[in-house]
């Protein structure tokens, strides 16, 4: 089926058959369709603390340096990646695993973790007895797509295709014999599970990239070149319409057919007791097998597991994340627009962990540094330390660092966005007119696609072109300068903002409470968790003087199961400002609503507040007291800055996470 968008608006459907179903979400604002779609499809997971940290993909034999690479740059790695090389026989568990051992023993002795990519078929004449086995077993257990019976002595296939049982054999991109597993037969995910859990005795995985799982097939167009040859004189592979996709996709052996690049439309599958086409099931193939995959990880680690899949359909981000990729042969400005709009596209449908992916890099140092700064703030952040040229010994690698150190900072944020998603269905990474519709607003907000919002608080403008300042959009709001606290009245016009060379400016969104934990350092997510947390406090004034700030934060182990549904985590965080005569009075109430996970939490503190836009006529005069007891800079060690031009209070003070407190501030004002 395809669409098209029409300017009246209308949407125009084309479709090869089949019975059309129509569900419509309706809702007040963009945010309130994605949260009825969402409740439909399934809510998306919330991923391990640990995948919010930076990825890197590499070959199995180069893992090593890899991680030596970002040791040497002193860049963090949650995340390796490992793929194998399929041209050069690397694809087998033996050779990764030699190649593997001291990579990933390095990598997790560091706090990081290790994905491991996988195919959703298996070689039928692999070099490695464990793999022969195991494609053995699938065969006694009948688990492979398969021919129909009418091919088995058919000149229209290549006999080399036809394996026992009228198994399907494809090719991969090495030119070997492939078998496809039938991921919709429950003893096809019990197979997979027992594969992988032989394959994490060989290699210690903590998930896995799914590639290729379109199902993605060489393809030939005669017997006389490598590759699946499909029956043309099928009405399912030369349907009388042909989707403009197949041209799209279509490689030098094209034979025009709907099984281009992928298996054939006569394959069948096994769903309960029924069987079906490839045809019928070819969109939901990827998802079947990232279903399946997810609850393997599951019961072999009794954690939540990572999971990346090439293929998605509705409801595949209850259990996957996915990386979308970007070209940057025009110009790294486009790259970002359309990056953005990618990112923005994959959060509409219920995909939130999501990030962008280069397709060629730049060979500009200055370029690889804005896309690396910039992919930075993607849901899901990929390092390119070793896949662009950048010089990590420069000054001018100094962006990047700084957008690392503001990532880890937010993480907290980021984390419990997801908790939200879980919860009511919300978007997390989001376009401006989710925020501020079109009645308050002008409908420029429609067009902007060089800025975007994490959950409602936090709003980001990249670094664009090489100039000091770029024009930012700001709503009809108010909003505040992460770094230097200088606030903004947004009127929805664009106003210049100070843009110093390939960074990127991040606001903070008035009337939020913003949670965070600062990196300090560490190099890896595991490590960044135990240090203090801060609470970033952006005030929403009210005409009467008064101002306000609300927020909370979701904190559990980072990679248990359930810990929603056993109630194995913590939320908070309200703050009011009021004026009394010639002083005002802040309240910050930070109130535990449960705790069942003290033994992780007993440790961690709060090390400091800022807060943003907070009126004060002299900092000397401004007094602390804590759950009613006032406080005093000799005994309780805390000390404060106000920073008069922007209206930046800072307080030093060190207070038990775990536990509910009550936080007042009074401080002398200015009468008018």
């Given at each position: 089926m395809e669409y098209k968008l029409q300017p009246s608006p209308a949407l125009t459907l084309r479709s090869l058959g089949g019975v059309l179903e129509f569900l419509v979400c309706f809702g007040v604002t963009p945010n309130d369709v994605i949260i009825e779609y969402t409740q439909t499809i399934g809510r998306p997971e919330i991923p391990p603390y640990w995948s919010l940290g930076l990825h890197e993909s590499t070959l199995a034999r180069d893992a090593e340096q890899t991680l030596d690479a970002h040791r040497k740059a002193a860049i963090p790695l949650d995340v390796l990646h490992v793929r194998s090389q399929e041209h050069d026989g690397e694809w087998d568990v033996t050779?990764?695993?030699?190649?593997?051992?001291?990579?990933?023993?390095?990598?997790?002795?560091?706090?990081?973790?290790?994905?491991?990519?996988?195919?959703?078929?298996?070689?039928?004449?692999?070099?490695?007895?464990?793999?022969r086995s195991v494609y053995q077993d699938g065969l006694w257990k009948d688990i492979f797509v398969k021919w129909p019976a009418?091919?088995?002595?058919?000149?229209?296939?290549?006999?080399?295709?036809?394996?026992?049982?009228?198994?399907?054999?494809?090719?991969?991109?090495?030119?070997?014999?492939?078998?496809?597993?039938?991921?919709?037969?429950?003893?096809?995910?019990?197979?997979?599970?027992?594969?992988?859990?032989?394959?994490?005795?060989?290699?210690?995985?903590?998930?896995?990239?799914?590639?290729?799982?379109?199902?993605?097939?060489?393809?030939?167009?005669s017997e006389t070149t490598v590759g699946l040859v499909c029956p043309k004189n099928s009405t399912l592979e030369s349907p009388k319409y042909s989707p403009s996709a197949v041209d799209v996709w279509n490689s030098k052996e094209a034979t025009n057919l709907l099984s281009d690049e992928t298996i054939c439309m006569v394959a069948l599958h096994k769903i309960e007791n029924a069987t079906y086409r490839h045809y019928d099931v070819h969109n939901i193939y990827g998802h079947s097998q990232a279903v399946s995959t997810k609850n393997a990880i599951w019961k072999l680690t009794g954690k939540r597991g990572f999971l990346i899949s090439d293929s998605s359909f509705a409801g595949t981000g209850t259990v996957a994340g996915a990386w979308f990729k970007t070209s940057l042969k025009e110009s790294v400005p486009t790259a970002i627009r359309q990056s953005i709009i990618s990112a923005l596209e994959f959060n509409l449908f219920g995909m939130t962990a999501a990030g962008g992916s280069a397709e060629v890099f730049p060979v500009?140092?200055?370029?690889?540094?804005?896309?690396?700064?910039?992919?930075?703030?993607?849901?899901?952040?990929?390092?390119?330390?070793?896949?662009?040229?950048?010089?990590?010994?420069?000054?001018?690698?100094?962006?990047?660092?700084?957008?690392?150190?503001?990532?880890?900072?937010?993480?907290?944020?980021?984390?419990?966005?997801?908790?939200?998603?879980?919860?009511?269905?919300?978007?997390?990474?989001?376009?401006?007119?989710?925020?501020?519709?079109?009645?308050?607003?002008?409908?420029?907000?429609?067009?902007?696609?060089?800025?975007?919002?994490?959950?409602?608080?936090v709003m980001f403008a990249p670094?664009?072109?090489?100039?000091?300042?770029?024009?930012?959009?700001?709503?009809?709001?108010?909003?505040?300068?992460?770094?230097?606290?200088?606030?903004?009245?947004?009127?929805?016009?664009?106003?210049?903002?100070?843009?110093?060379?390939?960074?990127?400016?991040?606001?903070?969104?008035?009337?939020?409470?913003?949670?965070?934990?600062?990196?300090l350092g560490a190099m890896s997510t595991s490590a960044a968790r135990r240090n203090p947390f801060s609470l970033l406090i952006a005030l929403h004034e009210h005409s009467d003087g008064s101002a306000v700030a609300n927020g909370n934060l979701f904190w559990d182990d980072g990679e248990s199961l359930d810990t929603v549904e056993k109630r194995d985590y913590m939320s908070w965080v309200i703050f009011n400002k009021w004026q009394e005569g010639n002083f005002s009075r802040s309240l910050l109430d930070y109130d535990v609503e449960r705790n069942l996970i003290k033994n992780l939490t007993d440790n961690l503190t709060f090390g400091s507040l800022v807060v943003y836009g907070f009126d004060c006529s002299e900092s000397p005069g401004i007094t602390l007291r804590l759950d009613g007891r006032p406080l005093t800079m000799d005994r309780d060690n805390y000390s404060l800055h106000f920073e008069q031009e922007h209206k930046l209070l800072t307080i030093k003070l060190t207070v038990p996470f775990s536990q509910s407190f009550k936080l007042e501030i009074i401080a002398p004002v200015t009468r008018a």
């Open positions: 050779v990764m695993r030699y190649a593997l051992a001291k990579a990933i023993k390095s990598l997790h002795l560091a706090g990081g973790h290790a994905m491991v990519s996988l195919k959703p078929y298996i070689r039928v004449d692999a070099d490695d007895e464990i793999v009418v091919y088995g002595n058919s000149t229209d296939i290549v006999p080399d295709t036809l394996g026992p049982s009228s198994t399907l054999f494809g090719y991969d991109s090495s030119k070997r014999l492939v078998a496809f597993v039938d991921f919709f037969q429950p003893i096809a995910g019990e197979w997979w599970e027992a594969w992988l859990n032989q394959l994490r005795k060989q290699i210690p995985w903590d998930g896995f990239v799914l590639e290729d799982n379109e199902p993605a097939a060489l393809t030939s167009k500009n140092a200055s370029d690889c540094i804005k896309w690396q700064v910039f992919t930075t703030f993607h849901i899901l952040a990929k390092s390119v330390v070793t896949s662009c040229s950048m010089d990590s010994n420069t000054a001018s690698f100094a962006p990047v660092r700084k957008a690392i150190d503001t990532r880890f900072l937010l993480l907290p944020y980021l984390y419990t966005l997801f908790f939200h998603g879980l919860m009511e269905g919300e978007a997390i990474y989001r376009p401006l007119f989710f925020e501020y519709g079109t009645k308050l607003h002008n409908r420029n907000v429609l067009d902007i696609d060089d800025q975007f919002f994490w959950g409602s608080g670094s664009l072109e090489n100039n000091p300042t770029r024009s930012v959009y700001f709503p009809h709001d108010t909003f505040y300068q992460i770094d230097s606290g200088m606030k903004i009245v947004g009127d929805t016009r664009r106003k210049p903002v100070d843009m110093p060379e390939n960074q990127m400016a991040v606001f903070l969104r008035a009337g939020y409470i913003i949670p965070t934990q600062p990196r």
